[in-house]
């Protein structure tokens, strides 16, 4: 898995765990390790925005999508689509408005 850090850096857990069929756990463990020997090649890692982060953008531009529709557009569940969007309207509340509107007229339709 070193070998592999080495010559791909941006490599997440996962992906190690695909093409090394290790644990998640190890490939956690090992992906740590190297770049704590290594502090300069996770510098160079591209920074990567939180599932959280991309679900308030997403929101941001389309408050009103169905909480299914978000999860499978960011590639997570469902339960943190609904708190971030609870979270996301608490701060935006003219945002959730937008989002009631349009709920109720999908509704009635």
């Not at 093409?19 to 090992?30: D, K």
């Not at 689509?81 to 937008?98: I, S, W």
């Amino acid at each position: 898995m070193r070998a592999l850090l080495a010559e791909e850096p941006a490599l997440s857990a996962l992906e190690l765990v695909e093409r090394t069929g290790c644990s998640e756990r190890h490939a956690m463990n090992v992906s740590r390790q190297y770049f704590v020997q290594h502090p300069e090649q996770k510098a160079a890692l591209p920074v990567h925005l939180t599932a959280g982060a991309r679900i308030e953008a997403l929101l941001a531009e389309e408050p009103a999508l169905p909480t299914g529709e978000v999860a499978a557009r960011i590639g997570c569940c469902r339960s943190l689509v609904t708190r971030v969007r609870a979270q996301y309207f608490a701060q935006h509340p003219e945002q959730q408005a937008v989002f009631e509107q349009q709920a109720r007229s999908a509704k009635q339709q």
